[in-house]
């Protein structure tokens, strides 16, 4: 039986404590609504210009394309990059992964087959970059960034596996040795801090 990993290019078990400041009583929030025109979800908010990433339906309730989008400061706005990353990866459906503190986006495209091709645009989203390699890799997709624009994610090949990799930074020089190094059969990056370091898990062949 396969048994599957957490694991990380630093520490086995990465755990992350995020100090979470208590609601106060009686406090009141503002939250703007950002509209897309159809359904929408954020995925990402940098820290930087409060800016959200994120994807919506163009068709009725859940159907028909989805279109990436960033939006400016405090959600105002909505800047679709839909056509931008595909005439660049193919395609016709796009959906944000996250945002990083310059504003360059990471996420993929999906085509008509449902094959799907990991990206990470310029800081406003006017140019694209596909990550990894279109011949091998029959799909990709991008989970982690970070502020020097290295992404992490997965990409599968002609065996079904899915295969963990990292970039350099703008989504430069792929390294995808993660199997090798694990000796393992499929493994997936889930994320990735601002020294480089990438969580995910791995699936051994026992």
Same mark, same amino acid.
């Given at each position: 039986m396969k048994h599957t990993h957490i694991a990380s290019t630093v520490i086995a078990l990465l755990v992350l404590a995020v100090a979470t400041p208590a609601?106060? $009583?009686? $406090? #009141? *929030?503002?939250?703007?609504s950002i509209n897309t025109g159809g359904n929408s979800y954020g995925t990402g908010l940098n820290a930087k210009n409060q800016v959200v990433a994120g994807y919506s339906y163009t068709g =009725?309730?859940?159907t028909g394309d989805t279109h990436a989008f960033t939006t400016g400061n405090n959600g105002?706005?909505?800047? +679709?990059i839909n056509s931008n990353v595909t005439n660049t990866t193919g395609g016709n459906s796009t959906h944000a992964t996250g945002i990083n503190n310059s504003g360059q986006v990471s996420g993929y495209s999906t085509d008509s087959h449902g094959n799907?091709?990991?990206?990470? =645009? @310029?800081?406003?989203?006017?140019?694209?970059h596909t990550i990894g390699n279109s011949?091998?890799? =029959?799909?990709?997709?991008? @989970?982690?960034?970070? +502020?020097?624009?290295?992404?992490a994610g997965y990409y599968t090949n002609s065996s079904g596996n899915h295969h963990a990799y990292v970039t350099g930074n703008n989504g430069s020089s792929?390294? @995808?040795?993660? +199997? =090798? #190094?694990?000796? $393992?059969?499929?493994s997936q990056a889930n994320?990735?801090?601002?020294?480089? +370091?990438?969580?995910? *898990? *791995?699936t051994d062949s026992n």
């Open positions: 609601l106060a $009583s009686g $406090s #009141h *929030y503002s939250v703007p =009725t309730g859940i105002s706005g909505v800047n +679709d799907t091709r990991a990206f990470i =645009t @310029n800081s406003d989203g006017s140019n694209t011949s091998s890799w =029959t799909s990709s997709q991008a @989970n982690g960034l970070n +502020d020097q624009g290295q992404v792929v390294n @995808n040795s993660f +199997d =090798t #190094h694990f000796q $393992s059969v499929s994320g990735i801090n601002k020294k480089g +370091d990438v969580t995910g *898990y *791995y």
